[in-house]
């Protein structure tokens, strides 16, 4: 069998999580994104009946500090970084059903837009502490662009992979080539836009998400003013034309900062062994989107945590974590 990477909520050994060390990227929630980024470590963790979690701290002193928010069965991690966001930063996980393996793209801050110094070699650094074989691919790829069923299926958006901010020589079709060659993803369903005001070119995984094989969750349009409306639809129709099943989780709606709508997103949930933790932002569709979720994750703790300071950073709890996959 070839080498894949797996879906999701395959069993995981251990998950990388940064957690937040420059109080520039956060004004005014610089503690509240530590506390709430801690909150969802210890979810992962479960008390011991999740997988290992392995949070990134950017020195001892963060070091020191995370320990007091987070359980003691939470692994601390010290590694250079420049921000949280280890989904895009840190090496993806592929496995041939007996062989594991890492495959570390390049990244370039997003387009250009954000760069901070650690980011650039983290993927490299931290495949360096395990023992797994790891292929160095010299394009540029985050992991928040692309999601899978596990069978080769996946997931993105135009306005990410297609942006010549980050691959400006490679078309389309090279690109599925190259993500079929590296990670085992050979069926690609092409979404447009990601969510508006997204830092990052559209994510899918603020957008859209499996949650089964063939199954795909997309957002449903709350109020009048939900400024994704658009998007859900277009992106809809793409999955039916493709053949993918749709399950409807409503949207959050229109959430607002200092007047201007944010990318909340219900689809930046974190699959893990034990819970699916899922951002909540005290919008009247919270419980509705946890209760949506529920029945394609038996046997898991669907949990709902606060993650508007996370989300002032740019992000959410999937955006921070990148799971290691179980031999």
């Not at 690609?188 to 559209?202: A, F, I, R, S």
Request: net charge negative.
């Amino acid at each position: 069998m070839s080498f894949r990477m797996p879906a999701e909520w395959a069993p995981h050994d251990w998950v990388w999580i940064g957690f937040p060390t420059n109080p520039a990227e956060w004004p005014g929630a610089f503690d509240g994104a530590r506390r709430q980024i801690a909150d969802f470590a210890n979810a992962v963790h479960a008390d011991g009946r999740g997988e290992e979690v392995r949070l990134v701290v950017a020195d001892e002193a963060d070091a020191d500090f995370a320990r007091k928010l987070v359980h003691p069965g939470v692994t601390i991690i010290v590694q250079k970084l420049g921000d949280v966001w280890l989904r895009d930063t840190a090496p993806i996980a592929v496995s041939n059903g007996h062989v594991r393996a890492l495959v570390d793209f390049g990244f370039n801050g997003w387009g250009g837009k954000y760069q901070m110094d650690g980011d650039e070699d983290i993927g490299a650094r931290l495949a360096a502490t395990t023992d797994w074989p790891t292929d160095t691919q010299h394009w540029v790829l985050e992991g928040g662009a692309i999601d899978t069923d596990g069978s080769g299926l996946f997931v993105t958006t135009e306005q990410c992979l297609l942006n010549p901010n980050r691959n400006p020589d490679l078309d389309r079709g090279k690109i599925e080539t190259l993500l079929a060659g590296s990670l085992g993803l050979s069926d690609m369903l092409w979404l447009g836009d990601g969510l508006k005001n997204d830092h990052t070119d559209g994510h899918v995984d603020n957008l859209a998400r499996f949650v089964a094989s063939g199954v795909l969750a997309l957002p449903e349009p709350y109020g009048q003013d939900d400024p994704n409306a658009a998007i859900y639809a277009d992106a809809k129709a793409r999955a039916q034309a493709h053949g993918v099943e749709i399950a409807p989780i409503p949207s959050p709606g229109r959430i607002t900062v200092d007047g201007e709508a944010i990318p909340a997103s219900y689809m930046n949930f974190y699959i893990g062994n034990a819970a699916v933790i899922v951002p909540i932002y005290a919008s009247a569709n919270d419980q509705a989107a946890l209760d949506a979720l529920r029945p394609f994750f038996p046997g898991r703790d669907i949990v709902g945590l606060p993650s508007d300071a996370i989300l002032s950073g740019g992000g959410s709890f999937h955006c921070t974590s990148q799971q290691m996959p179980s031999a």
